[in-house]
């Protein structure tokens, strides 16, 4: 996928009704990931999803992300920055999001977090475009 392609994706994502239980898909699927890898992803027998974190999805060297309970993101994107899988699975990014709010840091760069609404995600895409 090209960044235009991504970016349609996204906004796409943010226009949709939250929904916490394929939210962390559809973004992947968003950034280009195949079927196949979300299918794995979401599969609870021989997963590919790493996390150690309730709800989490973790994606080995990209990105962990989990769905908040309402008002407690930043609490949540702190046990994705402290969870051993994030590190051990080297995970990139770290994502959480009650559908209110949108918080994301990338690990691997001095780059300032992302602190918004969620539906001002898309906004911010290029900040996810390594993925």
Same mark, same amino acid.
């Given at each position: ?26 973004? @992947? ?28 999805? @973790? ?69 996810? @475009?390594?993925?």
């Amino acid at each position: 996928m090209n960044a235009v392609e991504i970016e349609e994706a996204v906004s796409r994502l943010a226009e949709q009704p939250f929904d916490s239980a394929t939210f962390p898909y559809a973004f @992947l699927e968003a950034f280009g990931n195949k079927p196949t890898t979300i299918q794995r992803l979401r599969s609870r027998t021989g997963s590919s999803n790493k996390s150690d974190i309730e709800g989490g999805v @973790l994606q080995h060297n990209n990105i962990h992300i989990v769905v908040a309970p309402t008002g407690r993101v930043s609490e949540f994107l702190a046990q994705l920055r402290e969870s051993p899988a994030t590190s051990r699975h080297k995970a990139k990014f770290i994502l959480s999001t009650d559908g209110k709010e949108f918080q994301a840091e990338d690990l691997t760069s001095d780059v300032p977090p992302i602190v918004c609404d969620y539906k001002d995600f898309p906004d911010h895409f290029g900040f996810f @475009l390594p993925l």
